[in-house]
């Protein structure tokens, strides 16, 4: 058995990773930790894991955590997990950090959308989590820095495609909506219920922090500086992200030529899956799951290619996605412990 710690246990991502790890057949959840809630069983937190989680929230402490857990998981607002992580990976734990101060390999693209980096030189040794494209350096990491959630809904539907050169990298333009849960727990007025109620709004547009993080992996999948467009939008729901992606096409394709190519690179990808295209991917349909659902169209007239993504933002774009990092790392099965079953409704 792995033997796991969640630092950040108590807001939305540290709860979706202590619901999915309490019920990993390969790990035991040895500790959790919360500054807000130390000394309180998780259960008073969160009562819908009574019966299923009986740990108690504790004070940060990197010996303790050290000594109880194989994999540690930090699910911090950014900034802190820099001033971790160093003392974790000197005593050999491997770390899945979800927050953004381990995605970037380049420190001054980090500096510029966030704050000056402490452990710049674990940067060069980080992997960026996107499971279904780095799966080799994901195996031989100790360190991941997960994916943003906006990020893994734009980039699963675009890399294979920029990689098979049928799309111009200078034209990409991502709008995404998300789920309330998405701005995290602490307690905001955008996000009070009489703000996001009967309301939906763009914000941030092109200058959110995550469009730097997409085009570093574009450009890495292009070998060339790319700079997308990205406007995010709030939606009035707890959870769930959707995606439209619009991308000029370099030669006349059909949509039977976009369908293999998407099924051809994520052929043994079990989390991937590609909608008929009558059926547009749907948020509701990857609820609680570690699914992204991709769909498109080729809008003929005008030669430009409209792709559709949904995923479940706390699990595959959060939680899900570190733990589908631990078993790669850990050598176990990719989709230990992720298989729930979606909601038909």
């Given amino acids: 058995m792995i033997k796991a710690a969640v630092v950040g246990a108590t807001g939305y991502a540290g709860a979706e990773l202590v619901r999915i790890l309490a019920g990993h057949p390969n790990v035991d959840l040895a500790m959790i930790t919360s500054r807000q809630y130390a000394g309180e069983r998780f259960d008073a937190i969160y009562p819908a894991l009574a019966g299923q989680v009986d740990l108690r ?11 109880a857990a194989d994999v540690i998981f930090l699910a911090l607002p950014h900034k802190l997990p820099m001033a971790f992580v160093p003392e974790l990976i000197a005593q050999g734990k491997k770390v899945v950090d979800l927050s953004a101060d381990f995605r970037f390999q380049d420190a001054a693209a980090y500096e510029a959308a966030y704050q000056p980096h402490s452990a710049r030189e674990l940067l060069p040794k980080s992997v960026y989590g996107l499971c279904e ?35 111009n990298p200078d034209s990409l333009i991502a709008d995404s909506k998300s789920g309330v849960s998405g701005a995290g727990r602490s307690l905001s007025l955008t996000t009070h219920f009489c703000e996001v109620h009967d309301s939906f709004k763009a914000y941030k547009v092109a200058e959110h922090r995550h469009a730097p993080e997409m085009n570093a992996i574009l450009g890495d999948a292009v070998g060339t500086p790319v700079h997308i467009t990205f406007v995010p939008h709030l939606v009035p729901m707890s959870r769930g992200m959707q995606t439209t992606v619009y991308a000029d096409l ?35 349909h990857v609820r609680g799951t570690n699914y992204c659902d991709i769909g498109f169209k080729v809008d003929l007239a005008a030669n430009r290619l409209v792709l559709l993504s949904a995923i479940d933002n706390l699990v595959k774009g959060a939680a899900g996605q570190a733990v589908q990092n631990m078993n790669l790392m850990t050598g176990l099965d990719e989709t230990a412990g992720l298989m729930q079953v979606p909601y038909p409704i």
């Fill in 133 to 167: 494209v780095y799966t080799d350096r994901i195996k031989a990491a100790d360190l991941i820095g997960n994916p943003g959630c906006y990020p893994t809904s734009v980039l699963l539907p675009l890399v294979p495609l920029l990689k098979a050169g049928w799309l």
């Fill in 250 to 284: 370099n030669e006349k394709v059909a949509d039977d030529d976009i369908r293999s190519c998407l099924k051809a690179f994520y052929r043994e990808r079990p989390f991937v899956r590609i909608c008929p295209g009558d059926r547009p991917p749907d948020a509701a």
């Fill in 57 to 67: 929230c504790e004070a940060y402490d990197a010996k303790k955590a050290c000594a």
